[in-house]
């Protein structure tokens, strides 16, 4: 049990940064009736926004390879699954998710922008951000998409893979009782993998449909490699 607690600790540090990157604006937001965010904290969001979103989708990945080790290897789990191990799965998560948040907002940081800017979303998002640059964002969308695959889909395959495995395995049980046990243990990781996933994909997939009702949020004048000392809000 030691690596998945482990993995779980990290998982709930990595949530309640994920949330905290947001919601304390929106209640400053709420409570001060002022909508506005500099465009240094806006970038500031957008980057820990990514970073603790991709570690979500990095350590559900890890969880679920401990499963598939748990349950069709588990003579060899303590072997396999060693402290030298755990820590290099979470070393490259960290690593990977700050690399990728980074070159999003370096990527960012390279646009130019229309004055005060509306964004229709209760944070500063990347999509979003970048449908209100001035120039050229084909880069941009390219890096995304790239991104996408390589940091979604990969690891929601490796989940796949995983599982594939694990359902494999549990039908060669005989024992009922023990394809019960099995399933059991990957019942609360499968629930987080299909919530996080799914609400993902109806963020992403029908924003274009409700952003019209979100709340604005402004940023202050922005210009390519400055912004003016005074924003001026909506």
């Known amino acids: ?69 748990a349950i069709c290897h588990p003579l060899h789990y303590t072997v396999i699954m060693n402290p030298w191990l755990n820590g290099l799965l979470l070393l490259v998560s960290w690593i990977m998710s700050a690399l990728y948040s980074l070159l999003q907002s370096l990527m960012v940081l390279r646009l130019s922008f229309c004055t005060v800017l509306k964004i229709p979303h209760f944070f500063c998002e990347l999509n979003q951000i970048l449908q209100l640059a001035c120039s050229d964002t084909l880069l941009n969308n390219l890096v995304i998409y790239l991104s996408a695959v390589l940091l979604a889909g990969v690891p929601f395959a490796g989940i ?47 924003s274009a449909a409700t952003h019209s009702s979100h709340s604005g949020a402004s940023l202050c004048d922005v210009h390519r490699g400055h912004t003016h000392a005074e924003p001026r809000y909506l």
């Not at 549990?170 to 059991?184: L, N, T, W």
């Open 1 to 69: 049990h030691q690596p998945m607690f482990l993995f779980l600790g990290n998982l709930s540090l990595v949530d309640i940064c994920f949330t905290s990157a947001t919601i304390p604006k929106m209640l400053v937001n709420i409570q001060t009736q002022n909508q506005a965010i500099t465009y240094n904290g806006c970038i500031t969001q957008m980057y820990f926004f990514m970073l603790f979103g991709a570690l979500d989708d990095f350590l559900l990945t890890v969880m679920a390879y401990d499963r598939f080790v």
């Open 160 to 206: 796949l893979y995983s599982y594939s495995k694990i359902v494999s395995c549990i039908r060669g049980i005989p024992s009922a009782q023990v394809k019960f046990k099995a399933f059991s243990i990957c019942v609360s990781h499968l629930s987080v993998v299909f919530l996080f996933y799914c609400t993902g994909l109806e963020v992403y997939l029908c």
